[in-house]
């Protein structure tokens, strides 16, 4: 069975950290760019960060740049999204998404958000 997990999330305070994994079972990540996406309620979907599967190229939404980074663990089948100081407004359910196409990075983003199939997701509330 093709399947997503994600976890890591959590409460913490604004200024925090936290890192959240996208484990993949049923099929190996390294052939699969992959992007995380979060939804505050209320609102929309939006693509948070993506990474290729080729050359490791990656997208970081405005919002997020400088603070997350997206990094892939071929060896774990595993993705990771580490999340630094963290800002009330980045509370939200996070997921995230896999797609065998091998397109310019930003272009996978918005494929993925399209696209998705969406598991559970995580939950990330930032207290201020």
């Known amino acids: 069975q093709v399947q997503l997990v994600e976890s890591g999330g959590g409460l913490v305070q604004a200024g925090g950290s936290l890192r959240l994994s996208c484990a993949a079972s049923?099929?190996?990540?390294?052939?699969?760019?992959i992007g995380w996406f979060r939804q505050a309620p209320g609102k929309e979907r939006e693509g948070v960060s993506c990474?290729?599967?080729?050359?490791?190229?990656?997208y970081y939404a405005d919002s997020v740049k400088g603070r997350f980074t997206i990094s892939r663990d071929n060896a774990k089948n595993t993705v990771y999204l580490q999340m630094n100081s963290l800002k009330p407004e980045d509370t939200a359910v996070y997921y995230c998404?896999?797609?065998?196409?091998?397109?310019?990075?930003?272009?996978?983003?918005?494929?993925?958000?399209?696209?998705?199939?969406w598991g559970q997701g995580t939950q990330v509330t930032v207290s201020s």
């Open positions: 049923g099929f190996t990540l390294d052939y699969y760019a």
């Open positions: 998404a896999a797609d065998p196409r091998d397109w310019p990075v930003h272009t996978m983003c918005v494929i993925m958000g399209l696209t998705g199939s």
């Open positions: 990474i290729s599967s080729s050359d490791g190229s990656t």
